[in-house]
C-alpha cells in the first residue's frame, strides 16, 4: 500500500485541471492520470505539499492511498482514485514527513529549514532552532553519513534542547573526570552538577573551575545534577533532550529506548563560581599535547605530604629558553623539559594537574593569571584554579650532574624485568631490588617470600668497577615507567647516590635503599 499526502483548500477543494474539484472522504475517482497534467495529485513527501497550499489554519492536509493508474515522476504522484484516509494535524503530519525523511536520508540534501505557519522541519549536523509559542518543530540530525536521528518539539511555553549525545556526552564526561565531586545528601547536592549557560558547560568543586564549550546556545541557564550527568553519558540515544521546567530538569534519550527522567535542580546563584586572576601578571602560550604529556610523565613523583604544601604540586619553571615541570616528594623526582622562550613560574596543585589531563586538550594553551590563580584555554575548554604559594625547593642542587657509572639500557628489557619482579612482591613482606652491574653483565635480583628473583637486563656504557645498588620496588618502576623510547641512559656513582634516569628530555632522580645483609 502506498500513502502520500495532499493539501486541499478549505472544505476538501483542490484545483483539478482549470478548474477544482470537491473531494470528499473515503474513494475519489477519475478517469485518467498523468502528473501535471490529468489525474488526482499528492505527493509522497509532505513537504511537497507547501508548493501549493501553505500551512495557514485554514487549508487542509490528509493522509491519502493512491490507488488505480499511478503515475509518479519523482515529486508529484497522479492517480486515477484517491482514498482519503485521515485529515492530520501538526503533530500527524510531522510524523509523516519525519518518516519520509528518515527513510529517504538522499532527499535534497542541500537544505536545513522548511517552515510554512507553525510547521519548522530542520535537516543537518549540530543544528538548533527556535519558535514561538504554538509552533511545531521537527529536527533531523545526520550525525553520519546515511545515519540519522530525530525529535519532534511542540512549542508550548517550556524551554526544549536537543544535543547531539557525542558531541556533550564526551564533554561532560571530561568534566565530571575534572572536577571531583562529593554525593552530599539533601538540596546541596542539586548546587553541584553541571552549569549549562551561554554557550558553556561548566563543573566546579570550589577549587577548580572547568568550562567545556559547546555549539549551542543556552537560552536560560540551569544546572544539570550529577546524577543527570551520569543519565547522559549512559544513554545509548543519539540525541538527548533536556527540557527546563521550574525547579525541573527533564533528560530525555531522543531515540527508541527514550529513557527519561525529571532531576531537581538549584539556582544558578549558588554555583560555586572561582573569580578569574588579575589581567596582565602572566600571559603564555604552549602546546596543549606537550604539557598534558608533561604532566603525566611527573605526576607520580609530587608529594602526598601536606606538611609541605609547595612540594604537593607540580612546579612550572621557565628560563633561559626552557620550560620546566618538576614533581618530588624527597624519595623521587620527575623532571620534563622543553624549548620556551619567555620566562616564569607557578606551582600549580597536583589534582588541577590530574584535572587538566583528564581534559581533552589539543592545539595551543594559553595560560593567564597571577601569583594566586591561574587560567588554562584552548579552543574546547577552559580551567581556572588556585595555585599553590610559597617556594619550591632548589631541585637543580640534588640532581647529579656526572655519573661515574654512565650506563644505557635497554628500556624494554629494564621495565620488563622491574615489573615482572613487583608483581612478585609480597605487600605485607616488601624486599629490595638489587641491581647488579659490572663489565660483563646486568642483572636485577630480589629475595621474596620463597622466591629467589633473577633476570638479566640488557646494557652497555661504562662500568669501571661492579657495583650492587638496591631500590624500593616500587620507586624504580615509577621512573622506568615514565620513560619512553628505547633506551634508558643511567648515571650512578655509588650504592648510596640517587640514580639519575635520562630519557628524551625526561630526568628521574631514585634514591637507593640499604641492601639487607643476606645470610
Known amino acids: ?229 551520569d543519565l547522559i553519558c549512559g ?77 604537593t604540586g607540580i612546579y612550572f619553571k621557565a628560563e633561559n629558553g626552557k620550560l620546566n615541570l618538576v614533581g618530588c616528594d624527597g624519595s623521587q623526582l620527575a623532571k620534563v623539559e622543553f624549548p620556551y622562550e619567555e620566562d616564569f613560574h607557578f606551582i600549580l596543585p597536583n589534582e588541577t594537574a590530574k584535572s587538566l589531563a583528564a581534559l581533552d586538550l589539543h592545539g595551543q594553551c594559553q595560560i593567564t593569571g597571577d601569583h594566586k590563580k591561574a587560567v588554562f584555554s584552548t579552543e574546547d575548554y577552559t580551567l581556572t584554579t588556585s595555585l599553590i604559594c610559597g617556594e619550591y625547593m632548589n631541585y637543580e642542587s640534588v640532581i647529579p650532574k656526572a655519573g661515574k657509572y654512565d650506563v644505557v639500557f635497554d628500556r624494554d628489557s629494564l621495565l620488563g624485568a622491574a615489573t615482572r619482579v613487583k608483581n612478585l612482591m609480597d605487600l605485607k613482606h616488601r624486599e629490595p631490588v638489587v641491581l647488579h652491574i659490572d663489565g660483563e653483565s646486568c642483572y636485577i635480583t630480589s629475595r621474596l617470600t620463597g622466591v629467589e628473583f633473577h633476570e638479566d637486563v640488557l646494557c652497555q656504557g661504562t662500568i669501571p668497577e661492579p657495583m650492587n645498588i638496591a631500590f624500593d620496588d616500587i620507586l624504580l618502576l615509577n621512573g622506568i615507567s615514565a620513560t619512553k623510547g628505547e633506551g634508558i641512559r643511567a648515571l650512578l656513582n655509588s650504592s648510596l647516590s640517587p640514580m639519575r634516569i635520562e630519557n628524551e628530555g625526561f630526568t628521574a632522580l631514585v634514591l637507593p635503599v640499604r641492601m639487607k645483609n643476606r645470610a
Not at 38 to 53: D, I, K, M, Q, R
Not at 113 to 136: C, E, F, R, T, W
Not at 218 to 227: C, R, S, T
Open 1 to 229: 500500500m502506498m500513502l502520500a499526502c495532499k493539501g486541499f483548500k478549505p472544505g476538501l477543494v483542490a484545483t483539478y485541471g482549470d478548474g477544482e474539484y470537491k473531494y470528499h472522504p473515503g474513494s475519489n475517482t477519475t478517469e485518467k492520470a498523468f502528473c501535471a497534467q490529468t489525474g488526482f495529485h499528492c505527493a509522497e513527501n509532505p513537504l511537497e505539499c507547501f508548493n501549493w497550499y501553505p500551512w495557514d489554519g485554514k487549508n487542509e492536509f490528509w493522509l491519502v492511498e493512491p490507488k488505480g493508474d499511478i503515475d509518479d515522476d519523482g515529486k508529484k504522484i497522479s492517480c486515477t482514485e484517491m482514498y482519503l484516509v485521515a485529515r492530520l494535524n501538526e503533530m500527524r503530519f510531522l510524523r509523516f514527513v519525519q518518516a519520509y525523511l528518515l527513510g529517504h536520508p538522499e532527499c535534497e540534501e542541500s537544505w536545513t529549514h522548511k517552515s510554512s505557519g507553525p510547521i519548522h522541519v530542520y535537516k543537518g549536523k549540530n543544528i538548533s532552532a527556535s519558535g514561538k509559542l504554538g509552533d511545531y518543530i521537527l529536527f533531523i540530525n545526520t550525525f553520519m553519513k546515511g545515519m540519522a536521528a530525530s525529535t519532534i518539539i511542540h512549542v508550548d511555553g517550556k524551554k526544549y534542547m536537543i544535543f547531539e549525545k557525542a558531541e556533550i556526552g564526551q564533554k561532560l564526561k571530561a568534566l565530571k573526570a575534572a572536577v571531583p565531586q562529593s554525593r552530599s545528601a539533601g538540596a546541596e547536592s542539586i548546587t553541584q552538577g553541571v552549569l549549562f549557560e551561554g554557550n558553556t558547560m561548566a563543573a566546579s568543586n570550589g577549587v577548580i573551575y572547568a568550562q567545556a564549550k559547546i555549539p549551542y546556545n543556552i537560552a536560560e541557564p540551569f544546572i544539570l545534577p550529577p546524577n543527570g550527568v
Open 235 to 311: 544513554l545509548d540515544d543519539p540525541q538527548v533532550s533536556i527540557e527546563k521546567d521550574g525547579d525541573n530538569v527533564k533528560v530525555a534519550g531522543a531515540g527508541k529506548k527514550r529513557a527519561k527522567a525529571t532531576l531537581l535542580t538549584g539556582t544558578i546563584d549558588n554555583f560555586m563560581r572561582i573569580a578569574p586572576p588579575q589581567q596582565g601578571m602572566r600571559n603564555v602560550s604552549v602546546d596543549a599535547e606537550e604539557l598534558i604529556a608533561a604532566i603525566k610523565r611527573v605526576g607520580y613523583a609530587v608529594s602526598l605530604n601536606p606538611n609541605r604544601p609547595a612540594m
